[in-house]
T-cell receptor, first 117, second 113 residues
């Protein structure tokens, strides 16, 4: 399977704990995005990377959230001191951008469902 | 007001019906338009991708973009029970070099056998 993968698929944590999610994009894709989706809503943009550089962060991404993509391949999203309001589906997507080809099609992974109790 | 508006439904149709799903938007800078299908507790799956105005057809699916009215549509012909899912419209502005997508709320579709 050469699609976007995410791990874990489900995470239950207690309020105040830290959690970390991982995303592996499609191998040749240099752009990687994180979105958050709550029940009955469309995904909301959190942040994106081009290679290892984090180029944009939403104001939704509070200082408790941090994302990395250290070698321009996989990415991690960490939430510190989780709150019940952080309960959501966290989605990762990837796309390809190059000098010869620019696309805006994003391919999503299966998501990580976070429940904060 | 949200940048992208989409009727959440639910929409229920009999098998074989033609389904029309729609979104309106307010940002005239949007140039790239996508439709995603999302099954319950799964990630969104890209169905259609359109640049600027016009129509695009892929099998039973047709996407239409009317930039003058800031209105996009997805038509599903000969709908099947397997089409039952939530359909999300998404769009991106040309000035946004990162390609960040703005999504509608999603329309829940149920196709009854």
């Amino acid at each position: 399977d050469t699609g976007v993968s995410q791990d874990p698929r489900h995470k239950i944590t207690k309020r105040g704990q830290n959690v970390t999610f991982r995303c592996d994009p499609i191998s040749e894709h240099n752009r990687l995005y994180w979105y958050r989706q709550t029940l009955g809503q469309g995904p909301e943009f959190l942040t994106y990377f081009q290679n290892e550089a984090q180029l944009e962060k939403s104001r939704l991404l509070s200082d408790r959230f941090s994302a990395e993509r250290p070698k321009g391949s996989f990415s991690t999203l960490e939430i510190q001191r989780t709150e019940q309001g952080d309960s959501a589906m966290y989605l990762c997507a990837s796309s390809l951008s190059s000098k010869s080809r620019e696309t805006y099609e994003q391919y999503f992974g299966p998501g990580t469902r976070l429940t904060v109790t | 007001q949200k940048e992208v508006e989409q009727d959440p439904g639910p929409l229920s149709v009999p098998e074989g019906a033609i389904v029309s799903l729609n979104c309106t938007y307010s940002n005239s800078a949007f140039q790239y338009f996508m439709w995603y299908r999302q099954y319950s507790r799964k990630g969104p799956e890209l169905l259609m991708y359109t640049y600027s105005s016009g129509n695009k057809e892929d099998g039973r699916f047709t996407a239409q973009v009317d930039k003058s009215s800031k209105y996009i549509s997805l038509f599903i012909r000969d709908s099947q029970p397997s089409d039952s899912a939530t359909y999300l419209c998404a769009m991106s502005a040309v000035y946004n070099q990162g390609g960040k997508l703005i999504f509608g709320q999603g329309t829940e579709l149920s196709v009854k056998p």
